[in-house]
């Protein structure tokens, strides 16, 4: 056993210092970035955002409406290839397919690849750091050497480098545990707060030509740019994109107001709808909330963006490729104050 004693931080224990900034106006400020990947050489333009490949967010409508902003939507991995509309619908760029690492799962990936010939795989598992899901990634690697491969999760840097340089991909999904419909922490007691995670799987993969996706553990705007300050390259969210109109999920409704279901995929809701129930060799490492209906994603989306320009005139970043290089954080017990919480309208 050993421990390392030095703190971890996770977002709500930071904020960003203001600097003196050559900005008068949110609109002076960029957005949009562009990057070649390391292995498949592809170069992507677009705003770093993706949409969690969660069921209840990871849609085909939702994709439909944020691919006008120029954002990545993960797709659920339990899409058919039949239900996959074409390039006339859906923008190869702002989209990827995602699949398992069983056979049952690979076949379907190749099925949907041959079909829509999408751009983004992404290989999802709750555990990246197992031999057989690197060793995986590389197999896919040599079937589709023109794919970006996206693939995770891990929180450390050896797991970075584990899937670089032996997986051969693109992208690594760095987060283990910090979402709001995730209890592997509570289960597992496994993981590391999200802050400090995305800080130290940067370094890896940035030293290797290669970029990481912050997964998860975003609660506010504010936080999207605080994991792009710690130096992730794309920033994934799912529980902020759910209980919109293109949101999946049961819609209920309570006392006249509509509500609609979240649930992480480790769930027992998830498992129940997938796989008929919790194995019996498993626990559920999810839970099921319900949200207020949110309206249209876009509403959302715009929001968003305003937020993250703010930051950046803040901080003097003209570019959203400059946070980075512009953050310094300073940390805090205490970020908000929520005297009047109860009474918001």
């Known amino acids: 056993m050993k421990i390392l004693d030095d703190t971890k931080l996770d977002f709500c224990d930071v904020l960003m210092l203001p600097k003196r900034s050559s900005y008068s106006s949110r609109a002076e400020v960029f957005l949009e970035r562009t990057i070649t990947f390391k292995y498949s050489h592809e170069t992507w333009f677009g705003v770093p955002i993706m949409v969690s490949n969660m069921d209840t967010t990871g849609t085909i409508e939702m994709a439909k409406a944020l691919q006008h902003f120029k954002v990545i939507t993960c797709l659920h991995k339990y899409y058919k290839a039949d239900d996959i509309p074409g390039s006339n619908e859906l923008d190869r760029n702002y989209f990827a397919v995602s699949s398992g690492i069983q056979d049952a799962d690979l076949k379907n990936l190749d099925e949907i690849v041959k079909k829509v010939n999408p751009k983004f795989i992404c290989l999802d598992v709750a555990n990246g750091y197992m031999q057989k899901f690197i060793s995986t990634c590389a197999m896919v690697r040599a079937m589709y050497p023109d794919k970006v491969i996206i693939a995770g999760n891990v929180c450390t840097g050896e797991g970075v480098l584990d899937l670089v340089l032996n997986g051969k991909v ?176």
């Open 170 to 345: 693109d992208i690594v999904k760095c987060g283990i545990g910090p979402g709001s419909q995730c209890l592997t922490r509570k289960q597992t007691g496994v993981g590391m707060p999200q802050l400090s995670c995305i800080m130290e799987c940067a370094d890896t993969a940035h030293g290797l030509d290669a970029q990481i996706i912050g997964d998860g553990g975003v609660q506010v705007n504010g936080d999207f740019a605080k994991a792009f300050g710690a130096g992730a390259d794309f920033v994934m969210a799912g529980g902020l994109f759910g209980g919109y109109e293109q949101s999946g999920g049961e819609t209920v409704s309570e006392n006249g107001a509509l509500y609609k279901l979240i649930y992480g995929m480790s769930s027992t809701t998830a498992m129940n709808k997938y796989h008929g129930g919790v194995a019996q060799h498993r626990s559920s490492e999810g839970k099921t909330v319900k949200v207020k209906h949110r309206g249209d994603v876009a509403n959302f989306i715009i929001d968003l963006f305003g937020s993250l320009r703010s930051t950046m005139t803040y901080i003097n970043a003209k570019r959203i490729k400059d946070i980075p290089k512009c953050t310094t954080f300073v940390r805090v017990n205490r970020q908000l104050n929520n005297m009047y919480n109860a009474n918001e309208i």
